[in-house]
């Protein structure tokens, strides 16, 4: 397993890289001769970009839309190189290699200016490294900066060391996670976007290195870097997502409640559970087998039925089928050696294989993360998603799941190519390929959905990288059960957002330590209903009635206002698939010009309209902050409308079936039926989008 400790050396051993010779222009890019080689230079409608080094050449297509360079021109004397395009200027020193980019009068970012007592930078302003290269940017005094992925704590990520490395986390309470970008911005005009499949280490005004710098560490061979110049958040979301694509949009059905748990043991348990879904009138669109449920733990991935508990799999999806249910199934990329397609696989060499004997590598669980809490799995090939042969095999052994009436993959793990020694058939290997190994295998899947799904394509995937945000949705690991677990996963899916990705789920209730506690499950249903997704997921039972007639009785009013806000979160996913925001927004982002609301990021816009204030604490009390303007408490129930002047903070206290959300004065919310699931609006002759009303009615 990968740790977090990074080995960059001392930076009085670093040699900063000087500039050598002149630059000369080819076309619309700037060759500079440096001490480390020819660095490459280009502006376009994504900023500047630095690329130097070479690797591995192989177009993993984390890029959607090659850049549209500018012509340039270049001025250069014995101490600097000056290079022009538009209206950008980047000013480049030559011994060491500094910077500085303009955009008109305005400085857009700079090498850090952070000096050093004995040499002239804290750190190096460009080196070439043993394992990579290192370059910094210069931060403002309490600059904020913003994006990096999945992260469980501040989504401010000044101060921060942050680690882009997909790990199978176990949990919100740590930095590690499963969803990792190299992708930052700050509302102060600049954006940074590392183009590599390999870890970077982000010191992100990270005090033992520079607190007033930001360094970047790239385990690559090669520099690929874009400097953005957009001068909002938004603006800056959508640059990235028009460099590594937009989110499609996915199918109504998905917009719907997903009941899961690990898990249905049998398929008595799993159309019991189905019955009581209906018995009870919860509102529910789709119910997952996950991986135990469906698969032999011991022969597991090879897309068939566990045959000892499933005679009949497809009567037993019919049975769920005529109940109006969706059916997820869950998978991993990885083969058993108990099964006989590992060694068909291995055969063919569709498998990762081991450098060291160039046989299909053997991939080893960690059994630590095993034992009560999950079933220890035996060793296993990994699929080489490299290969285009093994590529279109797994994408092709999705159709008779999906002929059978299967709708949606639950795309779980990923992250499991850590050892140097593992070798894919492009010649990738180990580090250089962990990343980016989930973006193929999300691409994989969701083009299976595409082929072969009859109800519109539709992915879970719980890691990502550069470019996953394609191939929705994604969800939020595994939370322990607890008020933390709710807080991290809340800050999680805004942080993910922050970087481009907009669809997110939580694990409602939590995955692991379960105490049943009726307070948290409510409060976690309440807060997900204004998610792009919303699964009620995890260790036991997750059906409201399990916790209680209470607890029933106030998540079930969560879930039935999950459906009445259909239209509207139909339309904000139309905006989200045309600019790149997520439907949970961040203060930061919904309000950049109101710095005191960026602190509060414990509450967010849900689109455009609604401003939500989970409870993350028991006892129902909430302290929160409305921006400035008029707010009214949204409360389709209520009698009388509460008003609220913003600018201010405030608190409440909730009883367990309130909320705290709010809407502007003047603005109104599109409201749909009320149904259990959305085939009962298609047997209406209705859709997601249609609109039964409004609230507040003029």
Known sequence: MSNFSVNVPQWNDIAAVNITGDARLIADVVIIPTSVGEMALSVSQFGLRIKMGHRLNYDYQMIKQEPMNFALSVEQNAEQIVVSAKDIIVEFSRSPFAFVMRQGERVVQQTATDGHFVRRYRMPPLARVDNGWFITLELGSSEPVYGLGEKWGKLDKRGQLVRSFNHDALGVNAEISYKNAPFAWSPDGWGVIVHTPAPVTHAVGYAPWSQRGYGIFIEDSALDIFITTAQSGSAQINQYTELTGKAPMPP??????????????????????????????????????????????????????????????????????????KVCVWEYPLISVKNPLFHVLAEKGWLIKDKRTNEAYLYDWDMSAFGEVLTPLPKSGILDFTHPE???????????????????????????????????????????????????????????????????????????????????????????????????????????????????????????????????????????????????????????????????????????????????????????????????????????????????????????????????????????????????RFDLAATKTQQFSGGQVYQLTLALDEQAVFIRKGDQIPVGFDVEHTEALKAAGHTVSDISGYWPLE
């Open 390 to 632: 093994a590529y279109a095999f797994w994408r092709d052994s999705h159709k008779p799941l999906f002929d059978m009436g299967v709708d949606m993959i639950k795309a779980d793990f990923g992250e499991q190519i850590e050892d140097n020694n593992m070798l894919a058939a492009n010649g990738e290997s180990g580090m250089a390929l962990h990343n980016v190994y989930t973006l193929l295998y999300n691409r994989c899947v969701y083009e299976a959905a595409a082929k072969y799904c009859k109800t519109g394509p539709f992915l879970f995937s719980r890691s990502a990288w550069i470019g996953s945000q394609c191939y929705p949705s994604q969800w939020g690991g595994d939370p322990q059960a607890d008020w933390g677990g709710l807080a991290g996963s809340l800050r999680g899916g805004m942080s993910w957002g922050l970087t481009g990705a907009p669809f997110y789920a939580t694990d409602v209730g939590g995955f692991y330590k379960d105490t049943r506690d009726a307070e948290l499950f409510v409060r976690w249903n309440q807060s997900a209903v204004f998610s792009a997704h919303m699964r009620l997921h995890g260790i036991g039972p997750r059906e409201p009635w399990s916790y209680g007639d209470e607890a029933a009785a106030a998540a079930s009013k969560a879930l039935s206002l999950r459906y009445k806000l259909l239209p509207y979160i139909h339309q904000s996913m139309q905006q989200a698939v045309q600019t790149g925001l997520p439907l949970q927004r961040a203060m930061v982002l919904a309000f950049p010009d109101q710095r005191e609301s960026w602190s509060f990021e414990d509450q967010f816009m849900f689109g455009e309209k609604l401003l939500v204030v989970p409870c993350i604490k028991p006892g129902g009390h909430v302290s929160f902050y409305l921006p400035k303007g008029e707010w009214l």
């Open 252 to 325: 109504d059905w998905s917009l719907g409640v997903i009941l899961s748990k690990a898990y249905y043991k049998d398929v008595d348990e799993l159309l019991a559970t189905a019955k009581a879904v209906r018995q009870h009138k919860m509102p529910c669109d789709v119910i997952t087998l996950d991986g135990r449920a469906w698969q032999d733990t011991d022969t597991r991935f090879a897309f068939e039925w566990d045959s000892k508990r499933y005679k009949d799999p497809k009567g037993v999806i019919d049975q769920l089928k005529a109940m109006d249910f």
